[in-house]
């Protein structure tokens, strides 16, 4: 499970790489869903924007291609907690699937 960091003050665009997930002819075609779990007395993120990506997306270890990444942005969080998101999505074979990540909100 991925482990993302962002401050409180910031709105970052993240990447969730799903190809590990998907068949090797498997592309994401839509983003059902993209939230955080609540944590009781805890303000919840801003999550826009969910969306597949259109074209390669380059990392450290290589490319994901096309339809094998959601991205999101995120917003607001309290100092302290480590958030868990579930994204929900549809691949062109019709299966349901859910990608989950934390996310650790700091001031540091």
């Known amino acids: 499970m991925d482990i993302l960091v962002k401050r409180t003050g ?49 990392y450290d270890w290589g490319t994901a291609a096309i339809g094998k990444v959601i991205q999101f942005r995120v917003a607001g969080g ?5 958030y868990t998101i579930r994204i929900v999505y549809v691949t062109n074979e019709s299966n349901i699937k859910e990608a989950v990540v934390r996310l650790n909100v700091t001031d540091e």
């Open 78 to 82: 309290v100092a302290g907690y480590v």
């Open 10 to 58: 910031e709105s970052t665009l993240y990447d969730v790489d799903c190809t590990l997930e998907l068949g090797a002819s498997e592309t994401i075609s839509s983003v059902t869903s993209v939230a955080n779990d609540p944590i009781s007395g805890v303000t919840d993120l801003t999550i826009t924007g969910k969306t597949v990506n259109t074209s390669t997306v380059d």
